[in-house]
């Protein structure tokens, strides 16, 4: 059964420093496409991140010099190393398994950024 | 902003027939996927490729694309379809993905 389970969020100051985990179960993260999503209080979702398989990584404008997308192939771990964090950023953030599509997604960790 | 345009809210009297759209120029390039997401939940893929439903989502849904306008139709919509629903689709600007801002749908 394909599992995708998030953890490091919490409350944070405005220019500091977040990482946050997605440990995949059921699957290969090395072997497929991987992302982050997040969600603001009461908004849309907003893609945020992707790595390929083949390691190449892509970022939304509103987080590209302040976030990295990586994974830790021995722990089947997907990151998100968050820096410089701001009020907007503030969010709930899911990693997803992307295919073509989102097919698996995680239950989100919530990220608070405020002083 | 979204390149993805959403209508905000949509409304469907129970048992009846919903189209929800998605238009962006990608689209003419790339098929759109559809997410449903319920208050307090992670979203859930319904529709992806050209129509095809992952297993378990009910028939009901269906997809279908033309032109810059991708849609998502519910046919005979019932109480538990009432909840948010996202298209995506890459961005023909560069950006690998860009999410539609979501329709809002009630069921009366």
């Known amino acids: 059964e394909v599992q995708l389970v998030e953890s490091g969020g919490g409350l944070i100051q405005p220019g500091g420093s977040l990482r946050l985990s997605c440990a995949a179960s059921?699957?290969?993260?090395?072997?497929?496409?991987m992302s982050w999503v997040r969600q603001a209080p009461g908004k849309g979702l907003e893609w945020v991140s992707v790595?390929?398989?083949?390691?190449?990584?892509y970022y939304a404008d509103s987080v590209k010099g302040r976030f990295t997308i990586s994974r830790d192939n021995s722990k089947n771990t997907l990151y998100l190393q968050m820096n410089s964090l701001r009020a907007e950023d503030t969010a709930v953030y899911y990693c997803?398994?992307?295919?073509?599509?989102?097919?698996?997604w995680g239950q989100g960790t919530l990220v608070t950024v405020s002083s | 902003s979204s390149e993805l345009t959403q209508d905000p809210a949509v409304s469907v009297a129970l048992g009846q027939t919903v189209r929800i759209t998605c238009q962006g120029d990608?689209?003419?390039?790339?098929?759109a996927s559809w997410y449903q997401q319920k208050p307090g939940q992670a979203p859930v893929l319904v529709i992806y490729?050209?129509?095809n439903r992952p297993s378990g989502i009910p028939d009901r849904f269906s997809g279908s694309s033309s032109g810059n306008t991708a849609s998502l139709t519910i046919t005979g919509a019932q109480a538990e379809d009432e909840a948010d629903y996202y298209c995506?689709?890459?961005?023909?600007?560069?950006?690998?993905?860009?999410f539609g801002g979501g329709t809002k749908l009630t069921v009366l």
């Open positions: 997803a398994r992307f295919i073509s599509d989102f097919d698996y």
């Open positions: 059921g699957f290969t993260v090395s072997s497929n496409y």
């Open positions: 790595i390929y398989s083949g390691g190449s990584t």
């Open positions: 990608s689209l003419r390039s790339y098929y």
């Open positions: 490729g050209k129509n």
């Open positions: 995506n689709s890459r961005d023909s600007s560069g950006n690998p993905l860009v």
